[in-house]
């Protein structure tokens, strides 16, 4: 069996999920995952496999201060609350207050509310107040973005005088649902603008000296245990 056909195997992810990904996911990620899925843009939803890799990140580097740009219903928002250290903080920019108010009461289950610093707003006025203040340069362990695609190559301009050397940015979206390997006449009019935006920030990443980029396919929708 190919490559293709072993990643497109349902009984592989099935087992992936049911042995490494379900079991250590903390019941609160899991009722939030739910009740996202119901939205009508429950597919913007971070998926449980790309959750446990961001748990991982943020672990590995010793995450202590993150910013998110784009939390919808704070799912990620949750994992990343749920991993840092109990005195970590995170500044979450979105400008969806009603899409927060669903995850909102997930947060404070959890008890990591004293965390998060959200702030209700399009995310270039909160950047560039930041960067006004030198204190804030390089200060940052770890970023997320899942936003607006349009805006993602003058986030990472911004986020780079941000996270400090050393730090992550994570971009969600990058392959843009497989399409930015398709003919733009085979790709759905409606995923095409963003999907142009994406082909340059991949480009305009890869032949970047400053950072070292990894790619990674994760996409699982198989269930909810």
Known sequence: MGSEGLLRSPELR????????YPREPQVLKDLRAVTATHPMGIMGTDADAGQMLSLLLEIINA??????GVFTLHCLLLNALTIPQDG???AIDPDQEAHDIGLPFIKKAGVEHKINFINSVAH???????????????FDFAYVDADKAN???YHEKLLKLVKVGGIIVYDNTLWMGTVAEAEDSVPETLRESRLYIKELNKSLAADPRVQICHLPSRFKSGLE
């Open 14 to 21: 099935q087992y992936l999920v049911e042995t490494s990904l």
């Open 64 to 69: 202590k201060k993150t910013i998110e740009i």
């Open 125 to 139: 006025p909160v950047l560039d107040n930041l960067l006004e203040d030198s204190n804030e340069h390089d200060s």
């Open 152 to 154: 993602y190559a003058k």
């Open 89 to 91: 903080k995170i500044m």
